[in-house]
Structure formats: structure tokens, C-alpha cells
């Protein structure tokens, strides 16, 4: 009897304007991740199933983000409270200008009004507002594996991948197709993800 093949879906976590080189909160190699993403995802057309994309999506008004951005006149710790950024419908927040996604992608977006890290908090864009809003795992019925990549891998690649293995998802990060903000807390989150059983490999390993 014939296996079949499992069912696939990669997301794409935070690949915007801000968090690469130019923005306002960036990450070294964010625009190469870009980049790659992107040729992975034209290298292999059939690979996934469904393709979701998240992006950061904060409320421009102060005092509407939980702490999430640092007060006027105070410095952030980089931890708990962040430098404005990714604010929703301003530059910073669209993709990164060498990110392109197929057809069919379900885009995502996250921390409005609130600290969110994880793609699974964030709600489908085109059902943000109707009363009926919609998730991540309403995009990923029927999946089995989710690969996860994109920005930064210690902060919201980390989270993402642990709610996809807390939700039940058989989860892998390819770390080729991400870029930490700090050496010291991407040791920490890998380790912290393959303890929880999440995979790490690259793209060419999965794919060749």
C-alpha cells in the first residue's frame, strides 16, 4: 500500500518593512531572509498545501498597545517594550518589497492593541472587522506538518513554532529561512523549540 505524502503548510512569520534593514525595529539579514523565502517558494511550487503569512499590525493611537511600544521619553528594554514599529496601514508594516507569496496566501495580522508574538494569535486580514474574525489554524484544516520561518527567530519564529506543536501540528523550523535579533536568545529559542519537539533543519534539507 501506497504512503501518502503528509500535508504542508509553511508560515511565513513577520517578514515586513520593520523588521529588516531600513525599518524601524530592524534585524540583521531580514532582507536576505526576504529574499530567500521567496526563491524557496519559487523552487517549489507543490510543496505546500496552504501558505499563511503574518505580519506585526499595531494600532497607530499611544497608549492602545499593552506596553507593546515604549512610553514617550522612555527608552525600550528590548524585552517586554519595543520602539514603534509596524504600525497597521503605514509602510512599515507591508511585506518586505523582495518577499513574494503565491496566489492563495492567507494573510495574518497581529497585536492590535495587545503584545502578540506568535502567528496563532493573529486574525485572517480580510475577516478583521466582520464580527466573525478567523485565525491560523482555520487556514491550516486538513494540515499535518507546518514548516515555520521568517522574523526574528528568538522572539515571534520561537513563538509561532511552539503554538503550532502546543496546537497538535507536527512542526519544523527552517533556520536558513530566518534571522535572530541576539546570538545569545537564538541559542536560547532553539533549544527551547527542539526540546518541545520542534524540528530544525533548512530548506534543503527538507526539500532535496
Not at 42 to 55: L, M
Not at 91 to 106: F, I, K, M, N, S
Not at 133 to 141: I, Q, T
Not at 149 to 175: M, N, P, Q, S, Y
Request: proline fraction near 7%.
Amino acid at each position: 500500500m501506497t504512503t501518502q505524502p503528509p500535508t504542508l503548510a509553511l508560515v511565513v512569520v513577520d517578514v515586513e518593512v520593520c523588521f529588516a534593514e531600513g525599518g524601524t525595529l530592524p534585524v540583521a539579514g531580514g532582507a536576505a531572509v526576504a529574499a530567500a523565502v521567496t526563491a524557496h517558494l519559487a523552487a517549489h511550487p507543490q510543496r505546500y498545501t496552504r501558505v499563511v503569512a503574518s505580519r506585526d499590525w499595531h494600532d497607530p493611537l499611544p497608549g492602545t498597545n499593552d506596553g507593546h511600544f515604549a512610553s514617550p521619553g522612555t527608552a525600550p528594554d528590548y524585552v517586554r517594550t519595543w520602539p514603534e514599529h509596524g504600525v497597521a496601514g503605514t509602510p512599515d508594516a507591508e511585506y518586505h518589497p523582495d518577499l513574494r507569496l503565491p496566489a492563495g496566501t492567507v494573510h495574518v495580522v497581529k497585536g492590535m492593541g495587545r503584545a502578540d508574538y506568535s502567528a496563532f494569535d493573529g486574525v485572517q486580514l480580510d475577516t478583521l472587522g466582520t464580527g466573525a474574525p478567523r485565525g491560523v489554524l482555520d487556514a491550516l484544516a486538513g494540515v499535518e506538518v507546518v514548516e515555520v520561518v521568517g522574523i526574528a527567530t528568538d522572539h515571534c519564529v520561537r513563538a509561532t513554532a511552539l503554538a503550532a506543536a502546543e496546537a497538535g501540528f507536527r512542526v519544523r523550523v527552517l533556520t536558513d529561512l530566518t534571522a535572530g535579533v541576539a546570538v545569545p536568545t537564538t541559542i536560547a529559542a532553539l533549544t527551547e523549540l527542539a526540546q518541545a519537539g520542534v524540528e530544525l533543519t533548512t530548506s534543503t534539507a527538507v526539500t532535496s
